[in-house]
C-alpha cells in the first residue's frame, strides 16, 4: 500500500522467552509500518495469541510481542474497555490514550482484507455501549464482542453461521505458516488418519506410529496387528464411516430406529440429538434418545431392537453397554465423563435408493447387482429413564463445548452440579426435577438457548 513507508524488515526474535518456537523466529516484511499493533493475551490465551501474531506478521502487520513505546493499536478480546484500562495501569502505562483500543473483530477483518481496515466506531472499544439483544448475531455486532460476550458458551446463541468461522476458514486454507507447518507434519497426518478409525484413540496411533504404520492402508494390511472387536469394525467400514452422514441419511435412519422401537413399545419417545439436533446438515454419526413415557420401563428394549436388527441383517457391529446408574448419586462433576445411561454404539446398514432397472440389459443388470448398495452408519442409541430425559436431550445435543460451559457455569455461577442425569443444588442439597430443557435453564438462570444456537 502506497500511503504507508517504504516496507522495512524488522526481526521477530524479540519475543518473550519460552513463547515461541525457534521454528518460528523469521522474519517477514513489514508492508504497514504505521500501524504498531499488540495483541493481549489476557481472557485470549497464550496458544491463541502466538497463533494470531503470527497471522498479522505474516500478513505485513508489525506485531510487537510487547507493550513497546512504539505500541498504537491494542487488540483485545473477551475484555471491556474497563478492564483494558485496569489491565494498562497494571502495565504501568500512564496515558492510555495514545493508543487505539480495539476489540479483535479489527484485527480479523485486517487479516481478511489483506490490509488496515479503518478502525471505526463498531472495532473500538469503548465506555458506554447498549447491551445487545442476545439473540443479536455475533457477526454483525463486533463492537460488542468485547464488552458483552461471556465466558460460557451457554450465554450465548451460537448458529452454524458463526463468527469463529471466519477463523476457522483462515486455518483450514492455512494462511498461516505454524499451521502449515503442524498440518504437513509426518507424524500428526498419521495420527489425523489413524485416529478417524472407528474405535483408534491416541493410544492406538501412538502404537500404529511406533510400528513404522502412517496410513489406514498400510494398517488394513498389515495382518499381525492386534485389533479390538471395534477397531476391526473401523477398519473393515472405514470409507463408509469416514464419509459423512448426511441429513437425507440421517432421516432415513430416524425412520428405521422409530419403526424398530415402536414395534416393542408403541408410546416410546424416539429424538434425535447430537449435531443434527442442532441443525447441522452432515455429522459423524447419528445420536437418538429413547425413553418411555409411560409408568413401565423395559430394560429389555434396547437388546429387543438390536436382536431385531440381528435377524433383518441391518447390524453390522454393537457393543453394549449396561446403565450403571445409582438411585441418588450426585451428578458427575467431570466435564466429560461418561453418562451412566444404557446404550448402545453401532453400526448399521442403510440401504441406499437403487437406481429403477427396468430398463436394462441383462449384463448391466448382473453388473448392478455387484455395485454395493448400502452404506454403513454410526448410530448411537440411548435409553433413559422418562424423569431423567429433559438432562439427557439436553446433555446428548451437544454441541461438546456447550455442555462443557454449562457445567462449567452450574458449578462456578450457581454451586450446582449438573451431569446427563440431574442438577443438584449444593447450598440447598436438593436435586432440582425439571421436565423439558427450557425447566434446566430456568433452575440455572439463565435463558434459553433454542438448539441450533448450541453449536460453540
Ligand atoms: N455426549 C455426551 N456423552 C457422551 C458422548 C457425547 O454427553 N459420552 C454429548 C456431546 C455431544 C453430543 O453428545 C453428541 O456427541 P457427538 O456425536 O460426538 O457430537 P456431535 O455434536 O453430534 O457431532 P457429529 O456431528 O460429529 O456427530
Ligand atoms: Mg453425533
Known amino acids: 500500500m502506497d500511503r504507508f513507508k517504504a516496507p522495512a524488515v524488522i526481526s521477530q526474535r524479540k ?78 502505562v500512564g496515558d492510555s490514550s495514545r493508543f487505539e483500543l480495539l476489540d479483535i473483530s479489527w484485527f480479523t477483518a485486517c487479516m481478511e482484507a489483506g490490509r488496515p481496515v479503518d478502525a471505526e466506531m463498531k472495532y473500538r472499544l469503548m465506555e458506554q455501549y447498549q447491551s445487545p439483544p442476545l439473540n443479536t448475531p455475533e457477526l454483525e455486532m463486533p463492537a460488542f464482542i468485547a464488552t458483552k460476550v461471556s465466558q460460557y458458551s451457554c450465554q450465548r446463541k451460537t448458529t452454524l453461521n458463526n463468527y469463529n468461522k471466519k477463523f476457522t476458514e483462515i486455518i483450514e486454507e492455512g494462511e498461516s505458516s505454524r499451521v502449515k507447518e503442524v498440518l504437513n507434519d509426518e507424524r500428526y497426518k498419521a495420527f489425523k488418519q489413524f485416529t478417524s478409525v472407528f474405535g483408534v ?10 510400528l513404522g504404520l502412517r496410513t489406514v492402508e498400510e494398517v488394513k494390511a498389515d495382518k499381525t496387528l492386534k485389533l479390538s472387536k471395534m477397531q476391526k469394525a473401523g477398519l473393515l467400514y472405514y470409507e463408509d464411516l469416514v464419509s459423512c452422514v448426511s441429513k437425507a441419511e440421517a432421516d432415513a435412519v430416524t425412520s428405521i430406529v422409530k419403526n424398530t422401537v415402536c414395534t416393542f413399545l408403541p408410546d416410546a419417545l424416539v429424538t434425535i440429538t447430537g449435531g443434527f439436533r442442532r441443525g447441522k446438515n452432515i455429522g459423524h454419526d447419528i445420536d437418538f434418545l429413547i425413553t418411555n413415557p409411560g409408568p413401565r420401563e423395559d430394560d429389555e428394549l434396547l437388546h429387543k431392537v438390536i436382536d431385531l ?148
Not at 361 to 382: C, F, G, H, Y
Open 15 to 92: 519475543r518473550q522467552k519460552g513463547l515461541y518456537s525457534p521454528k518460528l523466529s523469521c522474519s517477514y516484511e513489514i508492508k504497514f509500518s504505521n500501524f504498531v499493533i499488540f495483541i493481549m493475551q489476557r481472557k485470549m490465551g497464550m496458544t491463541r495469541r502466538m497463533f494470531l501474531m503470527e497471522l498479522g506478521r505474516r500478513k505485513g502487520f508489525r506485531v510487537e510481542s510487547e507493550l513497546s513505546d512504539s505500541v498504537t493499536h491494542i487488540v483485545a478480546e473477551n475484555n471491556s474497555y474497563l478492564e483494558v484500562l485496569d489491565w494498562l495501569k497494571g502495565q504501568a
Open 201 to 210: 484413540g491416541v493410544k492406538t496411533s501412538e502404537k500404529w506410529y511406533r
Open 309 to 456: 436388527w440381528k435377524k433383518q441383517g441391518l447390524l453390522l457391529y454393537c457393543d453394549m453397554i449396561e446403565s450403571t446408574f445409582v438411585k441418588e448419586q450426585l451428578p458427575s462433576r467431570k466435564v466429560d465423563a461418561m453418562d451412566h445411561f444404557q446404550k448402545c454404539f453401532a453400526i448399521l446398514k442403510l440401504y441406499q435408493p437403487r437406481v429403477d432397472s427396468s430398463t436394462c440389459n441383462t449384463s448391466e443388470k448382473l453388473e448392478m447387482a455387484e455395485v454395493k448398495d448400502w452404506k454403513a452408519i454410526r448410530v448411537d442409541l440411548v435409553i433413559t429413564p422418562f424423569e431423567q430425559y429433559a438432562y439427557a436431550l439436553l446433555g446428548w445435543t451437544g454441541s461438546r463445548q456447550f455442555g462443557r460451559d454449562l457445567k462449567r457455569y452450574a458449578a462456578h455461577e450457581r454451586k450446582m452440579i449438573l451431569d446427563n442425569h440431574a442438577l443438584y443444588d449444593r447450598s440447598k442439597r436438593i436435586f432440582l426435577k425439571a421436565g423439558s430443557e427450557e425447566e434446566i435453564f430456568a433452575h440455572l438462570g439463565l435463558d434459553y438457548v433454542e438448539p441450533w444456537e448450541r453449536n460453540a
